[in-house]
């Protein structure tokens, strides 16, 4: 990451910024909540209240930009996060950057971070699920591992991905 990215982009941890729950909130009902019947706002804030732990799981990091001090990205790990793969854990979830802020690295940075940090919990496999920003994950050297029907997703499809980080 280029000197000038890092002296605008500054990475917080949501446990320490619990004003940005809303932000984080909204963000993610709006790109995965509005198309479900099962998902409301008010479930969502709910996930992130509880996305607060420092140094272990469940936990949010943010990205900020330092010249207008607002959030513009964000990334967390959670216990749970699918209903169809409900039996493993943890998760990279709401990996999710602002319109404004994207195709700058933002999201690979993040999930640098969300890896790193699992690495240093002593997690091995980490898990994902992904329906259009396949290459994405892909590129990051997540493997697939099922794919099933999903059409409450923007195409119709969610995979899982799994890496072992350890
Ligand atoms: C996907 C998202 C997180 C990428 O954020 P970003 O900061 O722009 O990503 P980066 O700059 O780190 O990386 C950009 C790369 O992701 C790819 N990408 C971005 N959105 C994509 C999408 N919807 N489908 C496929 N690839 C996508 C870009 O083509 C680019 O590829 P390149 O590295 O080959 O040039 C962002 O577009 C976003 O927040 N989208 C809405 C929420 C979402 O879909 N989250 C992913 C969960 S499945």
Not at 2 to 19: C, G, M, V
Not at 56 to 66: A, N, S
């Amino acid at each position: 990451m280029s000197e000038l990215f890092l002296n605008r982009y500054k990475l917080i941890s949501l446990a320490d910024y619990p004003q940005y729950i809303d932000t984080c909130a909204a963000w993610h009902f709006t790109a995965w909540g509005v198309k479900s019947d099962q998902r409301t706002l008010k479930k969502d804030i709910k996930k992130f209240q509880v996305s607060t732990e420092k140094n272990k799981v469940p936990f949010t990091v943010i990205f900020m930009d330092t010249v207008k001090n607002v959030p513009v990205a964000m990334g967390s790990v959670w216990d749970k996060d699918s209903d169809y793969w409900s039996t493993i854990s943890p998760w990279i979830t709401g990996i999710f950057v602002h319109e404004d802020y994207r195709n700058q690295g933002l999201a690979h940075e993040i999930m640098k971070v969300l890896e790193k940090e699992l690495i240093r919990m002593n997690i091995q496999n980490i898990y994902l699920t992904a329906s259009a920003a396949i290459n994405f994950y892909k590129k990051l050297n997540y493997t697939e591992v099922e794919t099933r029907d999903a059409p409450e997703t923007p195409t119709g499809k969610q995979t899982l991905f799994k890496k072992e980080l350890l």
